[in-house]
């Protein structure tokens, strides 16, 4: 299928054979500007960051690296970034993040402040220990750090600040989450990743749509300019507007 093209295309559409050209060759671009060795991404074993880094295994053949960082994790989420890694030929490395973790939260609790386990705040700590792992090996290599929110995450805010969303270049930015699918099966994405539902693997039986209270289906219908229902057009919005500061720089004062 071709969808309608968001980055501005206005009808013309784009085939995902296109589009996987097309972002491999810009991944490069920016590598190359940026004056960087190489690219990285974290791969949880979910489909984006499985897009990822078969794009960034085009765009940057020998000079592309991938990071499995389980955190309380299921094992399942790390075999799978495995079986990822292998599939789409990447080099990984894996670091088990849980002892830093459960250390943080008792440094917190020695502090006398508590952070419960399965909480949002502890939640949104394990994304930003992976934001800074990703960034200690990429500065060791001179690479850039690249981040795999699609764009009806993004526009819903669904993604952590200074976590997942602290990265260097978002190249899936554009793209619903069914022109990330379209992609995956393009690229050779194992069937397994395909199959299993959209999660952030943040705690048990935790999954996107359960935690969005919306279907990607109809994210992707409202974003490309398609009918919802009201409800879930007004919980798109409402998202939108509570979560723009995670898009947009610190405020600032405009005056000295």
Request: net charge neutral; glycine share 10%.
């Given at each position: 299928?071709?969808?309608?093209?968001?980055?501005?295309?206005?009808?013309?559409?784009v085939t995902a054979a296109q589009r996987a050209a097309r972002l491999s060759r810009w991944i490069a671009t920016k590598v190359r500007e940026a004056g960087s060795a190489g690219a990285l991404v974290n791969l949880s074993g979910g489909l984006d960051s499985a897009v990822v880094a078969a794009l960034l295994v085009r765009g940057c053949p020998g000079r592309a690296q991938g990071l499995i960082l389980p955190c309380e994790s299921s094992p399942k989420d790390v075999e799978d970034a495995l079986?990822?890694?292998?599939?789409?030929?990447?080099?990984?490395?894996?670091?088990?993040?849980?002892?830093?973790?459960?250390?943080?939260?008792?440094?917190?609790?020695?502090?006398?402040?508590?952070?419960?386990?399965?909480?949002?705040?502890?939640?949104?700590?394990?994304?930003?220990?992976?934001?800074?792992?990703?960034?200690?090996?990429?500065?060791?290599?001179?690479?850039?750090?690249?981040?795999?929110?699609?764009?009806?995450?993004?526009?819903?805010?669904?993604?952590?600040?200074?976590?997942?969303?602290?990265?260097?270049?978002?190249?899936?930015?554009?793209?619903?989450?069914?022109?990330?699918?379209?992609?995956?099966?393009?690229?050779?994405?194992?069937?397994?990743?395909?199959?299993?539902?959209?999660?952030?693997?943040?705690?048990?039986?935790?999954?996107?749509?359960?935690?969005?209270?919306?279907?990607?289906?109809?994210?992707?219908?409202?974003?490309?300019?398609?009918?919802?229902?009201?409800?879930?057009?007004?919980?798109?919005?409402?998202?939108?507007?509570?979560?723009?500061?995670?898009?947009?720089?610190?405020?600032?004062?405009?005056?000295?």
């Amino acid at each position: 299928m071709a969808y309608p093209c968001p980055e501005g295309g206005g009808a013309m559409s784009v085939t995902a054979a296109q589009r996987a050209a097309r972002l491999s060759r810009w991944i490069a671009t920016k590598v190359r500007e940026a004056g960087s060795a190489g690219a990285l991404v974290n791969l949880s074993g979910g489909l984006d960051s499985a897009v990822v880094a078969a794009l960034l295994v085009r765009g940057c053949p020998g000079r592309a690296q991938g990071l499995i960082l389980p955190c309380e994790s299921s094992p399942k989420d790390v075999e799978d970034a495995l079986t990822v890694a292998a599939a789409v030929e990447l080099p990984v490395k894996v670091v088990d993040l849980t002892p830093v973790y459960a250390a943080l939260l008792a440094a917190l609790q020695a502090g006398g402040i508590r952070s419960a386990p399965g909480s949002l705040a502890a939640a949104n700590s394990k994304a930003r220990l992976r934001m800074i792992s990703a960034y200690a090996v990429a500065n060791l290599a001179g690479y850039l750090v690249v981040g795999t929110g699609n764009k009806a995450e993004l526009t819903v805010g669904y993604f952590t600040k200074y976590g997942d969303g602290g990265v260097d270049i978002q190249p899936l930015a554009n793209l619903v989450k069914g022109q990330v699918r379209e992609l995956a099966v393009l690229l050779g994405v194992p069937q397994a990743v395909l199959d299993k539902p959209p999660s952030a693997g943040l705690w048990e039986g935790q999954t996107d749509e359960g935690e969005l209270g919306m279907t990607y289906s109809d994210l992707d219908r409202y974003l490309l300019g398609g009918t919802v229902p009201a409800d879930v057009q007004a919980a798109i919005e409402a998202r939108r507007r509570a979560s723009e500061h995670k898009r947009r720089l610190p405020d600032a004062p405009d005056f000295v």
